[in-house]
């Protein structure tokens, strides 16, 4: 049996006189897995992140809505507490979610067709899909 290794393997191990021992937690971390695709991961739980699509409504439900607009401006002062159903756009992909809003609305504006809920809220009117409440019991 040949040993090729005989003359250095006793020898002692070599310290270095100007450089400082890397520490066991640095020595550790160059075992540590590579990710060659930064970022891969996460691209892929977007893409499979789903989202819903608007809903168009039709001329029944725009007038429906209109008049729960106006009773809302009628009963503005008495601060009723509805509960308002909007599209909430994604901010990176196509479609969004429904959100809800529960409370009393502070300001409704035509011309920048807004409406302010009392928490601060604002919701845009073009992304309403329902508005709920005891003041709307009326039309039913």
């Known amino acids: 049996m040949n040993n090729r290794y005989d003359e250095i393997i006793n020898l002692p191990h070599h310290v ?4 400082p021992q890397m520490p066991m937690s640095d020595r550790a971390a ?3 897995p ?6 891969y991961d996460s691209a892929i739980r ?3 992140r789903l989202t819903d699509e608007r809903i168009e409504l039709d001329e ?3 007038t429906a809505l209109d008049m729960k607009y106006q009773l809302l401006m009628d009963a503005f ?3 009723p507490e509805v509960t308002i159903t909007y599209f909430q756009p994604d901010e990176r992909k196509a479609g969004g979610k429904y959100v809800s809003a529960v409370g009393a609305v502070k300001k409704i504006d035509d011309f920048e067709r807004r409406i302010t809920m009392q928490d601060g809220a604002k919701i845009p009117m073009d ?4 508005i709920e409440g005891e ?3 009326v039309l039913e």
Not at 16 to 19: G, H, M
Not at 34 to 39: C, D, M, R, V
Not at 127 to 130: N, T
């Open 16 to 19: 270095s006189k100007t450089r």
């Open 127 to 130: 992304d309403v899909l329902s």
């Open 46 to 48: 977007e893409t499979g």
């Open 77 to 79: 002062d008495d601060a």
């Open 135 to 137: 003041l709307f019991s």
């Open 34 to 39: 590579f990710a060659a695709l930064t970022g």
């Open 30 to 32: 160059q075992f540590a």
């Open 60 to 62: 029944e439900a725009l």
